[in-house]
């Protein structure tokens, strides 16, 4: 069975704090996504990777970094926390050319 | 632009009555149409992929079919199990194949 992993099922953090969302991810996967979902938007591409320190901006990169040091592993970074940015944070992990497996997700809340 | 619209948003039926939801879309080069369940809270679960028109896949109660414009997931005597949000997705190419999504429909199946 694939298994995607993150870090924190639920977060908490203050405006203008950095945080760290982190996904591993088990079946040698060479690409990996990171997702915000917020109800009347759908799933929204941020960041994706197809190989090790390689990235590639989505559809809303703003206020968000990421890296892959790591083939298993790939982290979104919020440089500067805004409420804006309070979402249900998804990654997911494919082989190429092949459907995406979600990790649980993690909900992020900023104050 | 590469576009996904699901039919209806939401969709509520009796336990044991058959529908369908749909999907339609518009991409310059399609690579595979995926199904995705989405319960409250969690991650998407993988569910189908399509590659072609004409293409069916079926899982217990559900079942996928592909036309050049578009994916309907049929419902056969649905159980208040089978609620979720069923979420469609095309995959596009950028560096790495990427999916794109639409809005889901969210099916409340009553007992």
């Known amino acids: 069975d694939v298994k995607v992993t993150q870090s924190s099922r639920y977060l908490v953090k203050r405006t203008g704090e950095k945080v760290f969302l982190e996904c591993v991810q088990d079946?040698?996967?060479?690409?990996m996504f990171w997702y915000r979902q917020d109800p009347g938007l759908g799933l929204r591409l941020i960041y994706f990777?197809?190989?090790?320190?390689?990235?590639e901006k989505g559809d809303i990169p703003e206020g968000y970094s990421v890296s892959r040091e790591k083939k298993e592993r790939f982290s979104l970074i919020l440089e500067s926390a805004s409420t804006n940015q309070t979402s249900m944070y998804l990654c997911?992990?494919?082989?190429?050319?092949?459907?995406?497996?979600f990790g649980p997700g993690t909900r992020l809340t900023v104050t | 632009e590469d576009q996904v619209t699901q039919s209806p948003e939401a969709l509520r039926l009796q336990e044991g009555e058959s529908s369908s939801l749909n999907c339609s879309y518009t991409?310059?080069?399609?690579?595979?149409l995926f199904w995705y369940r989405q319960d409250p809270g969690k991650g998407p679960e993988f569910l189908f992929t399509?590659?072609?028109a004409g293409e069916e896949k079926e899982k217990e109660r559900l079942k996928a079919t592909l036309t050049k414009k578009e994916s309907f997931l049929h419902i056969t005597a649905p159980k208040p199990e089978d609620s979720a949000t069923y979420l469609c997705?095309?995959?596009?190419?950028?560096?790495?194949?990427?999916?794109?999504f639409g809005q889901g429909t969210r099916l409340t199946i009553n007992p």
């Open positions: 990777s197809y190989d090790v320190k390689m990235k």
């Open positions: 997911a992990s494919s082989p190429p050319k092949a459907e995406q497996y």
């Open positions: 079946m040698d996967h060479e690409n």
């Open positions: 399509l590659y072609s």
């Open positions: 997705a095309v995959g596009v190419i950028q560096g790495a194949q990427k999916l794109v």
């Open positions: 991409v310059s080069g399609l690579r595979g």
